[in-house]
């Protein structure tokens, strides 16, 4: 099983860009297919977009697709997510997370089994 340790959060202005990066240590990392989650407070967890083992990446966040570029770096051991054009409302707490198993089309039918801790990301206006 992996663990993963997300970074790269913190205070930015509306209209930035953060790449936050997940680290990625105790297993064979191409086996996996990596998530980008987020929760804010008083919300529900909300899947963004998931790096299949090939590759492929699913989004599950369509109105935030254009704003979103997930990837995986395989030599690094760690997958990255970059958002730009940040606003208030993407203040959240943003975790990664690794299962065995190729992305599902909805994030709410996956079962991933490796978490990270988070990095805050705060936007603000």
């Known amino acids: 099983q992996l663990q993963l340790v997300e970074s790269g959060g913190g205070l930015v202005q509306t209209g930035g860009s953060l790449r936050l990066s997940c680290a990625a240590s105790?297993?064979?990392?191409?086996?996996?297919?990596f998530g980008w989650f987020r929760q804010a407070p008083g919300k529900e967890r909300e899947g963004l977009l998931c790096?299949?083992?090939?590759?492929?990446?699913?989004n599950w966040a369509d109105s935030m697709k254009a704003r979103l570029t997930g990837s995986r770096h395989g030599y690094q051991k760690m997958v990255s997510l970059q958002i730009n054009d940040l606003i208030p409302e993407d203040t959240a707490v943003y975790h990664c997370?690794?299962?065995?198993?190729?992305?599902?089309?909805?994030?709410?039918?996956?079962?991933?089994?490796?978490w990270g801790r988070g990095t805050q990301v705060t936007v603000s206006s």
């Open positions: 790096i299949s083992t090939n590759g492929v990446t699913i």
């Open positions: 997370a690794a299962e065995v198993s190729l992305c599902p089309l909805d994030y709410r039918n996956s079962h991933f089994s490796s």
């Open positions: 105790g297993d064979t990392m191409g086996f996996y297919s």
